[in-house]
């Protein structure tokens, strides 16, 4: 430890009136001063966060514990700054500092206000406080390469917040996945397996969501990572695996064990899930001619879809024809009403025709077209909310 860390942690004891061991780990003597300490809590979760995540259960909080966890952070709070949680990073910056990182968490997963170098500059805050003065003028972070890629605990921690896994098993759960760029499936990860863990689950969750499917390196033993890791990595298998139509481990374990509102909520789940086959309702308007045109090989034959190595038609079909300009009035409509920014019109509607191309059913398609929409790169800003956008489409093309 430091003797500029030490001598901070000393101070910071001192203020609290303890005699807790420090040792020689900074952060295991934030850990054991939390403690003893009244005024300082070591946050901690409850119930498995993975579950959680894909039945919807509190999703914010175990978004952020799920992303905590494969950060390598240690969240702790204070009694003298509410909804303030500060993320103490275990692993050093090449100064051989554990930057910490502060957070607002009044409505989970909360959002970062700023950061600290070091664990001194946070003992040093904490026993100000501690002595009844919680103006502290924090030694802010000024941002470094370190902070700009997954190096940074902090850099991990809010790309997969907002990467949000709890999304990705909402699409999972009612087969509206769209993969927006299939062929990094095709392709090694950017990191190998020799990675540090976080960084290599970050890029994993990137290729999961983007291609819907996770090409782990070849020569990477899950058991050889750390817990944390190893159990990320295998949840995100087993969301490809939904993607797919497998029921996922997590959630049938779930279903037969636990509280009984996560029982029922997973078994809820599992019959939604296996209902993503079932044939659809009766339709009509747009539907009923998507029912009439796509047969038994659904609506890639409605689209009058050829092989891959086929060109693609030079003329768009009835019902791709109906599609699209259905959709044109809606994203009309909605930039009319200043509800939706368009970078490229021509683009958006490309991609909005295609989804059809394998939806199952009509509320499968409505499903669909809301997240092409959404995830859409040709989109600069969305100002309504995915119901207001499927309410909209299903007004429009009467299914």
Same mark, same amino acid.
């Given at each position: 430890m430091k003797d500029e860390t030490r001598e901070a942690l000393e101070a910071l004891r001192s203020a609290l009136q303890l005699d807790t061991d420090l040792g020689e780990d900074p952060v295991q003597a934030l850990r054991a001063l939390a403690a003893d300490?009244?005024?300082?809590?070591?946050?901690?979760?409850?119930?498995?966060?993975?579950?959680?995540? !894909?039945?919807?259960?509190?999703?914010?909080?175990?978004?952020?514990?799920?992303?905590?966890?494969?950060?390598?952070l240690v969240p702790f709070a204070t009694e003298w700054w509410q909804h303030t949680v500060f993320y103490v990073d275990q692993t050093e910056d090449p100064e051989g500092n554990h930057r910490v990182y502060v957070r607002d968490e009044d409505s989970l997963p909360g959002l970062?206000?700023?950061?600290?170098?070091? !664990?001194?500059? =946070?003992?040093?805050?904490?026993?100000?406080?501690?002595?009844?003065?919680?103006? !502290?003028?924090? &030694?802010?972070?000024?941002?470094?390469?370190?902070? &700009?890629?997954?190096?940074?605990?902090?850099?991990?921690?809010?790309?997969?917040?907002?990467?949000? =896994?709890?999304?990705?098993?909402?699409m999972a759960g009612v087969g509206a996945f769209m993969p927006s760029r299939p062929e990094l499936a095709d392709q090694p990860l950017p990191v190998g397996a020799d990675a540090p863990g976080r960084t290599l689950c970050l890029h994993a969750l990137r290729v999961v969501r983007l291609a819907g499917e996770l090409p782990l390196p070849q020569d990477l033993v899950l058991a050889a990572l750390a817990p944390e890791h190893r159990e990320y990595l295998e949840h995100l298998k087993e969301l490809e695996g939904a993607f797919?139509? %497998?029921?996922?481990?997590?959630?049938?374990?779930?279903?037969?064990?636990?509280?009984?509102?996560?029982?029922?909520?997973?078994?809820?789940?599992? /019959?939604?899930?296996?209902?993503i086959e079932v044939a659809p309702e009766p339709m009509d308007p747009l539907a009923a001619l998507l029912s009439e045109l796509g047969g038994a090989g659904g609506l890639g034959d409605a689209l009058d879809l050829e092989d891959e190595e086929d060109e693609k038609p030079a003329e768009l079909t009835t019902f791709e024809k109906r599609l699209r300009n259905g959709v044109d009035e809606v994203i009309a409509s909605m930039e009319e009403n200043g509800e939706l920014?368009?970078?490229?019109?021509?683009?958006?509607?490309?991609? =909005?025709?295609?989804?059809?191309?394998?939806?199952?059913?009509?509320?499968?398609?409505?499903? /669909?077209?809301?997240?092409? =929409?959404?995830?859409?790169?040709?989109? %600069? %800003?969305?100002?309504?909310t995915d119901d207001q956008i499927h309410d909209a489409f299903k007004a429009k093309l009467g299914l």
């Open positions: 300490a009244d005024a300082i809590t070591a946050r901690t979760f409850e119930g498995d966060p993975y579950a959680a995540l !894909v039945l919807a259960d509190a999703p914010g909080s175990a978004e952020l514990e799920v992303a905590a966890r494969v950060s390598g970062p206000e700023f950061s600290l170098p070091s !664990v001194a500059a =946070l003992a040093r805050g904490w026993a100000q406080a501690a002595g009844g003065d919680t103006e !502290v003028a924090w &030694e802010r972070l000024v941002d470094d390469d370190w902070e &700009e890629g997954p190096t940074s605990g902090s850099f991990v921690l809010e790309t997969m917040v907002r990467g949000s =896994l709890s999304s990705q098993w909402a797919t139509g %497998e029921e996922p481990p997590v959630v049938v374990a779930a279903s037969k064990s636990g509280p009984a509102p996560t029982k029922k909520a997973a078994k809820a789940w599992l /019959k939604s899930f296996a209902a920014e368009v970078i490229r019109r021509d683009m958006l509607l490309d991609e =909005l025709t295609r989804v059809a191309e394998d939806a199952r059913s009509p509320k499968h398609l409505l499903k /669909k077209l809301v997240y092409a =929409l959404v995830e859409s790169e040709a989109v %600069e %800003e969305i100002y309504v």
